[in-house]
C-alpha cells in the first residue's frame, strides 16, 4: 500500500525555497530520492532531507510550480513516532516551510527592487518580514 502523497502547491521559484531551507536549517538537494514508509524512495528534482525517516520532495510541473511529494504522514497528524521530527522541522501541514517560502520570495523581489529587508518571528509565532528603501 503507497502512502505516497503528491500536493500541488504555487511554489515557483528555486531560489526562494532554498532560502526557506536554509532558514529552517534543512538541507535541500537537486535530482535525489525522498524516503517514504517502507523503504518507498520517491524521485523529485529537489529533496528536503528531513530529520527522521521521511523526506519532503518537489518535482517541477509544465506549469512551472513544484508539487509536493512526500509520505502522507509529513504532512497528517499520524502520531507513530516516525514523523514527529520532520513535522517538528516544518510545522503542522508544512505551515513553516509555507512561510519561510513566502518570506523568501519577498525579500528576493524586494532586493530586485532595490529594498532591503528583514525577517523576524513576533510574540504569537507569526513570521514578520520588513522591507525598506
Known sequence: MSHA?????????????????????????????????????????????????YDLGFTRERNGTYSLVCDNEVMYEHDNGRNTQARAALGNKCARLYQEYLAAEAMIQGRVEAFSGSTFVDADGSLVVTLRR
Open 5 to 53: 502523497a503528491k500536493i500541488t502547491t504555487e511554489f515557483k521559484s528555486e531560489d526562494a525555497l532554498r532560502a526557506a531551507c536554509e532558514a529552517l536549517n534543512v538541507p535541500l538537494t537537486a535530482n535525489a530520492k525522498a524516503r517514504a514508509y517502507g523503504g518507498q524512495v520517491l524521485p523529485c528534482d529537489l529533496v528536503m532531507k528531513l530529520p527522521g525517516s
